[in-house]
């Protein structure tokens, strides 16, 4: 069984992510002293208001870097860049309504079976696979990440935190970290954090009822003003606490970490009453997820079994969904002539979104056609052109049909929309390498460490390409000029490690 992140709060947690949390906090504290703009007169000195304790770029630091330990090293985050592309666009419909619109958010998935999600420093809010499996509904879990994102507007992990005053910097990002290792599991706050801070992370588990209640009143708010049936929220919370008093101590990870009492379901069931009626029907993509989600889960034969008697017994809120349901399970399987029968049964239900785009084009892809898969992509971009994943795969169908001019020219916009994207610097570094364009590769590559939070491998490649003959004057003057950059932050981070001990 696959080691279950630390931030998601399961009772499941094992040793391996005690040293990931450990490695948090050291490199969460990395990041925030090597960044240049942070100097050391203002850091946080933890004083009464939350904003000026924690500031939002010391909050988004300390976020970015959690976030790349979770990315390196932790085997259940979801490296599906559809899955993701789904939540983050349900995400930002909620943002987009709230009070800061404008707000830099981060939503991705973590594959496990419970039902939970959490904010994280910084706008990065994770989503446990279990809970898109368990809502009934995208207005059920729109309520779920709406709830989230109010806490994360509210700044209280900041203000849970700040309460310890007169803390040193590392000793702040060690106990957030270990606040949140340690949700649903008090023998996780002792070794994650030493035991001097143990009784500080005992005390903040839970967020207080008030801040609780807060992100219930924000969310709410921010589901209704974004189209959402606000029925969704009390309706999910409820069930969960039913199954709660079914399972007694086994209860649903979320009502450890988020701890629901009657007053508050009761006070979400009269807003929602007092709310005019609105019938909102879910997304395809919503079933979409989902089906890809149950694809992916047991063996192959288990998951197109499962698929194939849905559509015998025609037992399903979308038919487009069960299909796609099959094909990826069949595709699992290697059948990928009976995919591509799946595929034209979605063509003929005239379904439309990135995820059978994506599908479609990967069954061309693999049946070695990737000029078909291309053209696919093509269109599909046109169709939906924020689609991260239609951006990834082609560029990876540009490279595998040997089109790598054309994979340049097509990253080139890309960066330019998207210049913290790790994984367009990763395939353009994949493309130049292919071409034979070594100081560019390493060029690339270096900003696809960078933008993981590895400062040293980022310097490494460009000393690489500072060693590299096939760059003209003025990409040699780049590579110079960056690689002083991250020198200069390598040397600010010694510094303020050492001064700050």
Do not use: W
Request: proline share 3%; with cysteine; glycine share 6%.
């Amino acid at each position: 069984m696959p080691t279950v992140i630390s931030f998601c709060f399961s009772s499941r947690i094992r040793q391996p992510v005690l040293r990931l949390a450990k490695s948090v906090a050291a490199a969460s504290l990395s990041v925030v002293l090597a960044t240049a703009s942070i100097a050391a007169e203002e850091l946080p000195d933890l004083g009464e208001s939350a904003r000026a304790d924690l500031s939002p770029q010391v909050e988004r630091r300390i976020g970015e870097s959690i976030m790349n330990e979770i990315r390196l090293r932790e085997p259940t985050y979801v490296d599906d860049p559809e899955i993701n592309d789904y939540l983050d666009r349900l995400g930002r419909r909620l943002v987009a309504a709230g009070d800061n619109p404008t707000g830099d958010f981060h939503f991705f998935a973590i594959r496990d079976t419970t039902v939970n999600a959490f904010a994280m420093f910084g706008g990065f809010i994770g989503m446990n696979t279990g809970t898109m499996l368990a809502a009934q509904s995208e207005s059920e879990l729109a309520s779920v990440l709406a709830h989230e994102i109010g806490h994360v507007t509210q700044h209280h992990l900041a203000r849970q935190v700040s309460k310890q005053k007169q803390m040193a910097i590392p000793g702040l990002i060690a106990m957030a970290v270990g606040i949140l290792a340690a949700r649903s599991n008090s023998q996780v706050a002792a070794a994650a954090v030493t035991s001097s801070q143990a009784g500080m992370v005992q005390s903040q588990l839970a967020y207080s009822r008030d801040f609780e209640r807060e992100a219930d009143r924000v969310g709410f708010q921010t589901l209704e003003k974004a189209g959402f049936d606000v029925r969704g929220m009390p309706d999910f919370f409820e069930r969960l606490q039913k199954a709660g008093r079914l399972y007694e101590n086994n209860a649903p990870v979320y009502l450890r970490s988020h701890p629901l009492t009657v007053e508050r379901i009761s006070d979400m069931q009269n807003r929602s009453e007092e709310a005019p009626y609105r019938q909102v029907v879910s997304s395809l993509d919503f079933y979409l997820a989902r089906s890809k989600l149950r694809a992916m889960m047991g063996t192959p034969e288990e998951g197109v079994a499962e698929f194939e008697t849905q559509l015998k017994e025609k037992k399903y809120a979308s038919e487009a969904a069960v299909h796609y349901g099959l094909a990826v399970a069949l595709m699992r399987a290697k059948k990928v002539a009976n995919a591509q029968k799946e595929v034209e049964a979605l063509q003929a239900l005239k379904a439309a979104s990135p995820f059978i785009s994506g599908l479609a084009a990967e069954v061309k892809a693999t049946g070695g056609d990737f000029a078909a898969a291309q053209n696919i992509y093509r269109e599909a971009l046109q169709r939906f052109p924020q689609a991260k994943s239609l951006a990834y795969g082609y560029a990876e169908a540009l490279h595998a049909g040997r089109n790598y001019d054309k994979a340049l020219t097509f990253l080139e916009p890309q960066l330019q929309s998207n210049p913290s994207d790790y994984k367009l610097y990763g395939l353009q570094a994949k493309t130049y390498a292919a071409l034979g364009k070594r100081l560019q590769q390493h060029r690339a590559q270096a900003e696809f460490y960078m933008l993981q939070g590895q400062l040293g491998a980022a310097v490494e490649q460009l000393q690489f390409a500072q060693q590299e003959t096939d760059g003209n004057f003025y990409e040699q003057s780049a590579v110079d000029a960056r690689l002083r950059e991250l020198r200069k932050l390598q040397e600010e981070e010694l510094k303020l490690k050492r001064n700050g001990g």
